[in-house]
């Protein structure tokens, strides 16, 4: 059974920085594509970054390009997502997740694939 965990959020005001973390467990991915997800409240869910099982792809919602950084430590089995100059409307719980089948898109992570709990990231003005 894979178990994604987040963590990392938490209230900061606009302009500050986090870095959240999406360790895994149940099984080694890594070479299989993550992601992070995120929803705010009366929104749909939102891709924010897919990086590939290699790391050597990622790809950015418009909306954090140049802001967020997704990489991933395959030492350690865990994928991160580092989020600079935080806006207000960053505001959202963050899901990491992981692709079950190895020549996944990652930009095609859905609801097949595994998902973790998220964690609340609030960003005040």
């Known amino acids: 059974q894979v178990q994604l965990v987040e963590s990392g959020g938490g209230l900061v005001q606009a302009g500050a920085s986090l870095r959240l973390s999406c360790a895994a467990s149940?099984?080694?991915?890594?070479?299989?594509?993550m992601g992070w997800f995120r929803q705010a409240p009366g929104k749909e869910r939102e891709r924010v970054a897919v990086i590939s099982r290699s790391g050597g792809d990622t790809y950015y919602a418009d909306s954090v390009k140049g802001r967020f950084t997704i990489s991933r430590d395959m030492a350690k089995n865990t994928v991160y997502l580092q989020m600079n100059s935080l806006k207000p409307e960053d505001t959202a719980v963050y899901f990491c997740?992981?692709?079950?089948?190895?020549?996944?898109?990652?930009?095609?992570?859905?609801?097949?694939?595994?998902w973790g709990q998220g964690t609340q990231v609030t960003v005040s003005s």
């Open positions: 149940g099984r080694t991915l890594n070479s299989y594509p």
């Open positions: 997740a992981a692709a079950r089948k190895l020549y996944t898109d990652p930009r095609l992570l859905d609801d097949n694939d595994y």
